[in-house]
């Protein structure tokens, strides 16, 4: 009998309105776990072939719960969208916290999977184990948080858990994700697209399903245990001033040695400010690009009059309540209220560091108004911020450098800082209407409509616009951002996650970071990248199981001992590190079989220091990035050329079928 899973999937046949369900069988879960494990399995068996279109009938969108979700493990609330990104061309996935992954347990399934295109919109409604696809058309053109009400009201249940896209979605903007949970957004890789390209508006999930768990008790004494450690210092947090953080950051900057980011500092920075803590920090050592990462933070976004209007305790001045998603103990989120004679915002959620700093940071917009607002607005429209925040600062660099006049702006005087023009502009992506629909798909897309040498300005890996920590700060994110098979993502591997995640609790293989060493200036290929390998495949397998990043770096949560408790296997940390590791496979092997080559993800020169920055914490620092992908592929043993999974590997992983199409 399943346990900590509930042993079936939905499928959905738009086209033909046809719902079923799928038995799956216990070793599916021992290979791939649940989340996008599972899913992306699912998905490789039932894909017709390779080549497909991704806004078109064949390409598949899968909801899956992590496969820890609902069993009382800590940080286990995730839930994951995947599918074919229309961004990139390959493998596209991104996760959400909130409480909709709890959800889609309860209802019984382990995935709900969509494939062709309704004639008419519509949204899934799963109730009393009962699934039917319901007409949407009213809703159309409903921004994606007032549709949660509105999907509610029509099915007279005020309890059903509704994830949903706006208006970004619906007009099929490459860079739109999935809202749930009135402004929590599953926000790479374009999945929002995908949703509006099938014209399904929303799935509405109730259920009263119960998951059983192997071992309860194991679970609640794991729980005990971690937290006393994970209490110990919450009061620390009377100590982290939001003026100490900045000047830590300018420290953290210029001295030659870096110490050891601890997981128990992190924790009660995120537990005081949620992620946004960093945003003044972040600007001065380094860590934010700025100025569409031609800047330098100290001198083009300077602490007294910018840096320091957007940081973590300005925000905090605006919340008024914290909120956890399902099964967390942190609470990084916020609901804030924020009134001037612009903007009357009421109960919305509080910005995060990613969309600081692409709204501000990279923008030089330092106005904090301006960033309650548009956050609200690309939570309505359900953008991604980040996304939308690179596309304004290459839209300005643009403009800056005379390849955007006047007359192509629809007027708006595109400068550095100038908030007015840089929410008009994000209003005009979110509507695509005149410069608007140029930049709604990314800067990749952008620069090939617009020309005239703005490619250069276009700051990416593979069509997906890079996250807002500077490789050139931290190498593993460089690495992340052109060697993962979703490229320019800050979510799977660094060299500050390494520090975090205390990977040799986990692997053998994994050296201890040392609390004290000498700044990385240039990069260790023989420690540094085969230790982003291990993180790499132990992410796959925490993603899989629903397990949010942030408490991944909290201490040391005991993963792999809640998979155990929930469904009785009795795996070692190494079988789950291969778990990881096969998860990582396919999905690369999905990118392989699209026709993705390693060329195809290449990051954008100025994010390796092509040319060097000339001053700032940064300074003079050039990746060789080109030899730590090939150390990475090496590692992994994929081809460099093709980036294809070798076939030993691949039948080592129990992936023969993967290989049997690779390879036929």
């Known amino acids: 009998m399943a346990k900590g899973y509930t042993g079936k999937v939905l499928w959905v046949d738009l086209t033909n309105r046809k719902v079923e369900e799928q038995a799956v069988e216990e070793d599916h879960y021992k290979k791939f776990l649940g989340g996008y494990g599972l899913g992306a399995k699912m998905i490789w068996d039932r894909q017709s072939g390779s080549g497909i279109d991704a806004l078109g009938p064949d390409n598949i969108l899968g909801f899956t719960p992590g496969l820890l979700t609902g069993t009382n493990a800590l940080f286990s609330g995730r839930y994951m969208v995947m599918g074919k990104s229309p961004l990139t061309g390959g493998w596209g996935d991104a996760n959400s916290g909130g409480y909709l992954s709890i959800e889609i347990k309860k209802c019984g399934y382990d995935g709900i999977f969509f494939s062709g295109i309704s004639e008419d919109p519509v949204y899934l409604s799963v109730r009393d184990g009962k699934a039917e696809l319901k007409s949407a058309q009213a809703h159309w053109g409903t921004d994606a948080i007032a549709v949660e009400d509105a999907i509610r009201a029509e099915l007279g249940d005020a309890k059903a858990k509704v994830a949903a896209i706006g208006g970004a979605g619906e007009k099929l903007s490459l860079i739109s994700g999935i809202v749930n949970d009135r402004g929590r957004i599953a926000a790479r890789s374009g ?69 050891k980011m601890d997981a128990f500092l992190w924790r009660e920075l995120v537990r005081k400010f949620g992620t946004g803590g960093i945003t003044a920090m972040s600007s001065e050592s380094g860590d934010s690009p700025v100025k569409n990462w031609g800047g330098v933070g100290y001198r083009d976004f300077p602490l007294g009059t910018h840096s320091s209007r957007i940081s973590g305790d300005r925000v905090l001045d605006f919340e008024k309540k914290k909120y956890n998603c399902q099964a967390c103990p942190l609470g990084c989120g916020g609901i804030v209220d924020y009134k001037d004679d612009r903007y009357d915002i009421r109960d919305g959620h509080k910005p995060e560091y990613e969309t600081t700093c692409a709204l501000g940071t990279l923008c030089l917009n330092n106005d904090l108004g301006s960033l309650f607002y548009l956050n609200e607005e690309c939570n309505k429209a359900g953008i991604d911020t980040i996304s939308t925040g690179s596309v304004a600062a290459f839209a300005i660099e643009c403009y800056e450098n005379g390849i955007l006049t006047n007359t192509d702006t629809d007027g708006l005087e595109l400068t550095w800082g100038n908030t007015v023009a840089i929410v008009a502009l994000v ?7 005149g410069i608007g629909d140029v930049l709604a798909d990314g800067v990749k897309v952008a620069a090939r409509k617009i020309g005239g040498g703005s ?4 700051i990416h890996a593979g069509g997906q616009e890079v996250a807002m920590h500077d490789s050139r700060f931290d190498p593993g994110f460089g690495l992340a951002y052109q060697a993962e098979p979703t490229p320019g993502r800050h979510t799977i591997a660094s060299h500050t996650y390494i520090e975090l995640m205390d990977l040799d609790r986990i692997s053998p293989e994994a050296q201890k970071v040392a609390a004290v060493f000498k700044k990385l200036r240039s990069q260790d290929y023989r420690a540094k990248v085969p230790l982003q390998v291990i ?31 929930a469904t009785g296997w009795h795996l070692s940390n190494t079988e789950y590190l291969e ?29 390796v220091g092509r040319p060097p920055l000339t001053e700032g914490p940064n300074k003079g620092i050039t990746l060789d990035i080109e030899k730590m992908v090939e150390v990475f592929y090496q590692a992994h043993d994929w081809d460099i050329e093709s980036g294809r999974p070798s076939k030993a590997r691949l039948e080592s992983l129990g992936l023969n079928e993967v290989a049997d199409v690779l390879y036929d």
């Open 191 to 259: 999945l929002g697209a995908v949703m509006g390209s099938k014209r399904l508006k929303a799935i509405a999930l109730n259920g009263s399903g119960k998951i059983d768990i192997a071992d309860k008790k194991r679970i609640l004494a794991l729980n005990k245990e971690y937290l006393v450690k994970f209490n110990k210092t919450e009061k620390l947090d009377r100590y982290l001033s939001g003026k100490l953080l900045p000047r830590v950051g300018r420290l953290l900057g210029i001295s030659p040695v870096q110490t």
């Open 427 to 433: 209003e005009k992506i979110i509507a695509r209407e």
């Open 455 to 458: 490619e250069r300005f276009a």
């Open 535 to 565: 993180q790499s495949n132990y992410v796959q397998a925490c993603n899989s199981l629903g397990m949010c990043i942030f408490g991944l770096q909290t201490g040391p949560i005991p993963v792999f001992e809640y998979a155990n408790a």
């Open 579 to 607: 778990i990881g590791e096969r998860i990582e496979n396919i999905r690369q092997a999905y990118n392989v079989r699209e026709g993705i080559k390693p060329t195809d993800m290449k990051l954008a020169e100025r994010a």
